[in-house]
């Protein structure tokens, strides 16, 4: 391990957009495809949560793409993740979240701490001269950011690129643009983009086709060389090394940070992985992880494995650790309830009909505050609970006072909308899984 201090070079760029829905993601994963063609090893982060845009980026990367929040994981596991990256990639990439400023901690505060140059999205279809003015407000709202220029999307004709590229500030460069084109157009659904999986090879043609425009612009050269600081964190304990989890992993729950499975194995439990939508029996484990997903997209197929159900119940009657994470909360409910009215028969472990909407939801940080100690988290979800079981807790808001999402607790059974981060706390998380992680210390 490198010590705290110590620094690495590497070019980087941060794309960012005033709103989302702009093409940030379809531009960052272009950007990385066309430096793969080109032999370059790509590093791609998200600022912010995030589960489907990572796995659109990894598509286009080749390599595996996290997600980094200075509130939620904290600045020096972030500057450590990129000084990691620095030591691995020729690029690192690094997508921002929503628009440019907002959000506590913003995109903008991301790129600020670590230097990174900003690539300005912005989709110009509707508009000409008025790119221009909106780029010169975002650089000058603040002093303390780099700006390497505009990508210029939706672009309708060279004339229509012409128009906007005149209206720029004198010291704003037009970096790339990129035509209005279905081919390239990323699929969307209730809570973002298409995974890759489903997408097959739609989405490698896609990916191909934005590389292509952004193979010939300048926008590859507006990387700059950044210094990354090395702030390595103190090692756990070895607190979960006689426990073995299982975390459930198919098309209905695949919502799990690859930290969290990486801390999970720092303290060394063994994971081993099953499908609730499939597998009849539990693999032989000490405890279990429902993480989030579309089990609404799997209601019926999630209804008609009662032996799974089964084995579940077994488990949670034995009074075993369990980790139930938004989707994995609705599936250990009473029923769930999809768009259409169909109403499917779920688990059972705990009270509660949940029921999917059109509109609504919830999304934003939290901080759990779990009798294990407290764990950053977040919330992003387009359903509601009805008939829920009597809290243990309300997840504590970041920026707002209203009581947040609810926390149940049911014998070794956690269940919450709350995506948890694990690394915010590990030990708490030891706790959390059964272990005890005030009889042994950390390794610094």
Known sequence: MSAAGATRSCPALCIAAPASGQGKTTITAGLARAARRRGQRVAVFKTGPDYLDPAILAAAAGAPVEPLDLWMAGPDYCAQRLYEA??????????????????????????????LPVALVLDCKGMAQTAGALVAGLQQARADLAFAGLVANGVGSTRHAALVAEALPATTALLARLPRDTAMALPH?????????EQGETIDTALEAVADHIDGSDLLAAAQPVAFEARPAAVPGPWLADKTIGIARDAAF???????????TAMGARLTYFSPLTDRALPAVDALWLPGGYPELHAAELAANTAMHAALRAFHARGKPMLAECGGMLYVQESLTELDGRRHRMVGLIAGAGRMRNKGGCQGMQTAPLPEGEIRAHAH??????????????????????????????????????????????????????AEPDATTSAS
């Open 189 to 197: 659904r209730h809570l973002g983009l298409v995974s890759p999986a």
């Open 381 to 434: 979800h387009r359903s509601i609970t009805e008939g829920g079981a009597q809290p243990l807790a309300h997840g504590r808001r970041q920026r707002h006072p209203a009581p947040g999402e609810a926390i149940v607790r049911d014998r070794g059974l956690t269940a919450t909308y709350l995506h948890l981060f694990f690394g915010s706390n590990p030990a708490a998380i030891a706790r959390l899984f059964g």
């Open 86 to 115: 620095a030591g691995e990639a020729d690029l690192i990439l690094v997508e921002g979240a929503m628009g440019l400023y907002d959000g506590t901690p913003s995109s903008a505060d991301f790129a600020a701490a670590f230097g």
């Open 254 to 264: 695949s919502f799990a940070y690859a930290s969290n499975e990486r801390l999970l």
